[in-house]
């Protein structure tokens, strides 16, 4: 019996291998596309890794690409968009799961249902708003509506606030806490894995956004990476090696953060309570 486990765990972690490997296979033609020359890049039979590597490239496409200019942009667009998700969700969420009002369940249900509106039809209203605004150019439009809320990560932290048991709030107000306190010091620290799973969903959708970026910001000065590597792409679409690396530049933030947060990402995906 203990036997057939242990075979049966090998071959299982042999076949997940085996799928990571297929998976893997895109991002390390990427990688080895990157580090070649331009003749080597067009070699036939070609070479899976290639005789010498040019690690310079990053370089190159990072210097072609202005690429600190729009690295800046986009932290800046994205640390903004963070910021405001977690702060207008989660008050929001709180709102929604720990207070009693005439019609919750109704404006709930109103909420959630605007996650049902396509955003090609918002997309045009928004656009004449932001331009009477004279927000068109500048990061306000990418950046603004995030402190608004989101409906779908509010429903995700409503989830989380409601298996929170209410004797804890009880407790919480015997000894003197308001709502804000409530919130900072009890509810916060245990729904952390949800936090982290907004986080995450943010940076990602945020960070490789095109099109929002695509629409609102014209001069150069004020492109993301997204655009950036649309341009690059246009400008030097023959220099494989250059476009491939520039490509690995703009993917790499967004494979460290899964990386280092993805415990968090687990539990955060998971509607949990209180862990005995």
């Not at 009890?186 to 990602?204: E, K």
Request: glycine share 6%.
């Amino acid at each position: 019996m203990r036997r057939t486990r242990i075979l049966g765990k090998t071959l299982t972690y042999l076949l997940l291998l085996a799928c990571s490997a297929v998976f893997m296979l895109p991002f390390l033609f990427m990688l080895t596309t990157a580090l070649k020359s331009s003749a080597a890049v067009l070699t036939i039979p070609p070479q899976i890794f290639p005789s010498v590597y040019h690690w310079e490239n990053f370089g190159d496409a990072m210097r072609m690409m202005r690429f600190w200019r729009l690295l800046g942009n986009t932290v800046t667009i994205t640390g903004l968009t963070i910021v405001g998700t977690l702060l207008s969700c989660t008050l929001v969420a709180f709102g929604f799961a720990r207070f009693d009002f005439k019609g919750r369940s109704f404006w709930f249900l109103v909420l959630i249902s605007t996650m049902l509106i396509p955003g090609q039809i918002t997309m045009i209203p928004l656009y004449i708003l932001m331009k009477w605004l004279g927000w068109i150019d500048t990061i306000k439009p990418l950046t603004v509506p995030a402190f608004f809320g989101t409906a779908f990560y509010i429903f995700l932290l409503r989830q989380f606030f409601m298996t929170v048991p209410r004797e804890l709030d009880e407790a919480a107000i015997i000894d003197g806490c308001g709502p804000m306190r409530l919130l900072l010091k009890i509810m916060l620290p245990l729904i952390r894995p949800a936090l982290a799973t907004v986080t995450i969903f943010t940076f990602m959708h945020t960070w490789n956004d095109f099109l929002g970026p695509l629409i609102y910001l014209q001069s150069d000065n004020m492109r993301t990476l997204s655009l950036g590597l649309y341009s690059f792409q246009g400008e030097y679409v023959s220099q494989w090696h250059y476009l491939m690396a520039a490509s690995i530049l703009l993917m790499l933030p967004c494979l460290l953060v899964f990386f280092f947060f993805q415990r968090y990402f687990i539990e955060g995906t998971t509607v949990t309570g209180i862990k005995g």
